[in-house]
């Protein structure tokens, strides 16, 4: 499998801790997934199984495709200070990564899925206070690897292979760059 690990530095954590306290101190930014979904066509929340999940959050950063259109999504369009802090993470983390996307969740508990709509590997971060909420990936052959991406990111392509999130408790926001 390729995937690439990158230990969190002190001014990584730093950023994280910034975008969790904007999230935090704006909790109407996330939309529930639950109640988003319902009666609706969320391909990607219905895989994930954000229907069964009261208390699950997620929206999306950057760049969205709107009925058949590339634009700014809602959430960056109303929350530019949130682009600009979710920019300033990867920049020092990854500056060679290139992304359009952040999808961030709240509380979401993924369940076996792959990502159809990428067009290129992911980088995916936890935070917040949680214990658990790793991500399992299927290596295939009954194997599975199990990540922990909460002092960690992982670089992964989501489109080959089968990953889901572990139990957590307390608090846990995942952030999901992607193209």
């Not at 969790?20 to 909790?27: K, W």
């Not at 319902?38 to 009261?54: S, W």
């Amino acid at each position: 499998m390729e995937y690439k690990v990158r230990k969190l530095s002190i001014n990584d954590i730093k950023n994280l801790n910034s975008i969790y306290l904007y999230l935090e101190n704006h909790p109407k930014c996330l939309k529930s997934l639950f109640e988003n979904t319902r009666g609706q066509c969320n391909h990607h929340a219905t895989k994930i199984g954000a229907l069964d999940q009261r208390e699950a959050r997620g929206s999306t950063a950057g760049t969205v495709i709107w009925r058949g259109q590339q634009k700014l999504s809602k959430l960056s369009t109303e929350h530019p200070d949130l682009d600009i802090l979710l920019h300033s993470f990867m920049t020092e983390h990854n500056p060679e990564f290139n992304y359009k996307s952040v999808y961030i969740t709240k509380n979401c508990k993924s369940r076996p899925h792959r990502d159809s709509g990428n067009s290129t590997s992911s980088i995916i971060v936890s935070m917040g206070d949680h214990e658990g909420g790793a991500l399992c990936i299927d290596e295939g052959d009954g194997r599975n690897q199990v990540f922990t991406i909460r002092k960690y990111s992982l670089e992964f392509d989501g489109r080959k292979y089968l990953h889901w999130t572990q139990d957590f408790v307390g608090t846990r926001y995942s952030l999901i760059y992607f193209n």
